[in-house]
């Protein structure tokens, strides 16, 4: 398909584990939907907006949020959910529960240079494989190297207050559109779809976005 005038925007915030399953999805049916060749781009949700900048102890979080037995089964189901799709989900090794924002800001300015993929599957690998605190400036700096930034550059960045503001204002954008569940999908700026649909499901609506647009065109 030839010029298919598809943009997708997928609203997420690295540290919600559906939003990691939602990414696998989306890469298999962008491969069983050939040819669409999407523009992509990764926009800011604070699924803690409250959460200390500092972030705060993982165990201690999620008990207060959901109890131990609760949080048992949760887990359980995202292990199942993330070996589906080739996911080795480590809660375990996870000691802190970040704050997101400059992480944010670190996928905000990965746009600019055409690798905010690449940003953000090291910033969910490094969280829920290898338990890295992601709210950490010097690990984010790493993570950044390793997408093919210039660490130094982003830890200077990182503090200062540039971008701070337009990420807010980006969030402030989601909330605005009434998103409330994440990882949500905004394609062509108009129709949104859950990015947790099984990747059959998103690559069909997919195709006919992308053929409604043609025809338009």
Partial sequence: M????LKIEIILDVICPWCYIGKRRLERAL????????????????????????????????????????????????????SEVGIPFAFEHIARM?????AHRLIHWAEAEKCQDEVVENLFMSHFVEGGDIGDRELLGDL?????????????????????????????????????????????RLVLLTGIEA?????????????SAANRA
């Fill in 144 to 188: 950044a190297a390793m997408s093919g930034l210039d660490a130094n550059q982003i830890r200077s960045w990182l503090d200062s207050d540039q971008d701070v503001n337009t990420v807010k204002g980006s969030i402030s954008q989601a909330s605005g559109l009434g998103i409330k569940a994440i990882p949500t999908l905004v394609i062509n």
């Fill in 2 to 5: 030839a010029d298919p005038q």
């Fill in 31 to 82: 491969e069983i939907a050939p040819g669409l060749d999407p523009i992509i781009s990764w926009k800011p949700y604070l699924l803690e907006p409250q959460m200390p900048n500092e972030g705060m102890d993982r165990q201690a979080y999620i008990e207060s949020k959901y109890g131990k037995e609760e949080a048992l089964g949760l887990f359980e189901a995202l292990k199942e959910a993330g």
């Fill in 199 to 211: 990747p059959e499901l998103l690559a069909e609506a997919f195709i006919n976005i992308a053929e």
């Fill in 98 to 102: 970040p704050n997101s924002l400059d």
